[in-house]
């Protein structure tokens, strides 16, 4: 089983999925537009380069999006965060700094009681991440 983040946008998955293809060192394997989903001919014409579906792959590990549909309410991304646990605290420290571009630190990257180093932050999209390298590891 792998558990797999899933994250909605409002109009601006493709941007981030670009930021965090950067940041993480990945690669986007799959970039599919509601333009290309059957029927889309009935859309609006604005809607259809949104992104329907998203995949970015870091290593083995696998970050999905979309955007929401536009019949339906978007309410940003609350009550959780993408959460990166590594081994390297200068790699974290390097991840942390990237993704702080244009958001928000909640949580300076710094040694904590349970951490070699911790940091929270909300990136330029509104998506919540921690990093986390914890002791020991």
């Not at 993480?24 to 604005?46: D, S």
């Not at 932050?121 to 991440?129: I, M």
Request: charged share 25%; aromatic share 10%.
């Amino acid at each position: 089983m792998q558990l797999t983040s899933y994250l909605i946008f409002d109009g601006k998955a493709e941007a981030a999925f670009k930021f965090y293809e950067q940041c993480l060192r990945g690669k986007i394997t799959t970039m599919m537009r509601f333009g290309e989903a059957p029927g889309c001919e009935n859309m609006p014409a604005e809607t259809r380069d949104m992104l329907i579906h998203v995949r970015l792959e870091i290593g083995d590990q696998v970050l999905m999006a979309s955007d929401c549909p536009p019949d339906r309410p978007y309410d940003g991304i609350k009550g959780c965060s993408v959460s990166i646990q590594i081994h390297d605290q200068a790699e974290g420290e390097r991840i942390f700094n990237a993704l702080k571009d244009g958001g928000t630190v909640q949580m300076p990257y710094e040694k904590t009681f349970w951490a070699e180093r911790f940091g929270m932050l909300v990136d330029q999209f509104g998506v919540p991440w921690m990093i986390n390298c914890e002791k020991g590891l």
